[in-house]
T-cell receptor, first 113, second 115 residues
Framework: DAKTTQPPSMDCAEGRAANLPCNHS???????VYWYRQIHSQGPQYIIH???NNETNEMASLIITEDRKSSTLILPHATLRDTAVYYC??????????????FGTGTLLAVQP | GAGVSQTPSNKVTEKGKYVELRCDPI?????LYWYRQSLGQGPEFLIY????????DSGLPNDRFFAVRPEGSVSTLKIQRTERGDSAVYLC?????????????FGQGTRLTVV
């Protein structure tokens, strides 16, 4: 079972910041938070991941609460091409056999012109 | 190519037939994953290879499904006696290692239709 909870859908105006929430209240100390997105008819695309600290890359920022029970993915200036299903995933940090990504149903972000 | 390659991109087969789906991971990636995705659902884990061995096959739905990775690179997902319920997009991903801080790169998938 997926260990995260996300809203099924969100809208965002083009050019504005998109803030996608994720709850992972049962996260363990050795689990990372990963975000992937899937544009229609394509394979999932990696966005960002983090363990404890906030992270930023060229695509997005990841804000993780201090208790690590929730996080927010921020797309600073959403474009129409950011319309996709966004998946928040928790994943163990060790190299053991349980290293798979478990996807839920994600959030469908619709960027409006 | 630089990415994960899956062939064929589309496969239509008759119920009861055998199919093979191929995945070419990114060169040097030791971890390889197979997923399947039904319409409106997130990808569902099937099997994970670390090198040549299946480290976790807990997602394979039944014994009609089997996957191999004999040389630790290319992998083949094999489905025997296909059923209409096997229709889905089958996704392959690879990553440079198996530890949790690595990112997995996905292919475009093979759309399997069983008629």
């Amino acid at each position: 079972d997926a260990k995260t909870t996300q809203p099924p859908s969100m809208d965002c105006a083009e050019g504005r910041a998109a803030n996608l929430p994720c709850n992972h209240s049962t996260i363990s100390g050795n689990e990372y938070v990963y975000w992937y997105r899937q544009i229609h008819s394509q394979g999932p695309q990696y966005i960002i991941h983090g363990l404890k600290n906030n992270e930023t890359n060229e695509m997005a920022s990841l804000i993780i609460t201090e208790d690590r029970k929730s996080s927010t993915l921020i797309l600073p200036h959403a474009t129409l091409r950011d319309t996709a299903v966004y998946y928040c995933i928790v994943r163990v940090a060790d190299g053991g056999a349980t290293n798979k990504l478990i996807f839920g149903t994600g959030t469908l972000l619709a960027v409006q012109p | 190519g630089a990415g994960v390659s899956q062939t064929p991109s589309n496969k239509v087969t008759e119920k009861g037939k055998y199919v093979e789906l191929r995945c070419d991971p990114i060169s040097g990636h030791t971890a390889l994953y197979w997923y399947r995705q039904s319409l409106g659902q997130g990808p569902e884990f099937l099997i994970y290879f670390q090198g040549t061995g299946a480290a976790d096959d807990s997602g394979l739905p039944n014994d009609r499904f089997f996957a191999v990775r004999p040389e630790g690179s290319v992998s083949t997902l094999k489905i025997q006696r296909t059923e209409r319920g096997d229709s889905a997009v089958y996704l392959c991903a690879s990553s440079i290692g198996s530890w949790g801080g690595t990112e997995a790169f996905f292919g475009q998938g093979t759309r399997l239709t069983v008629v």
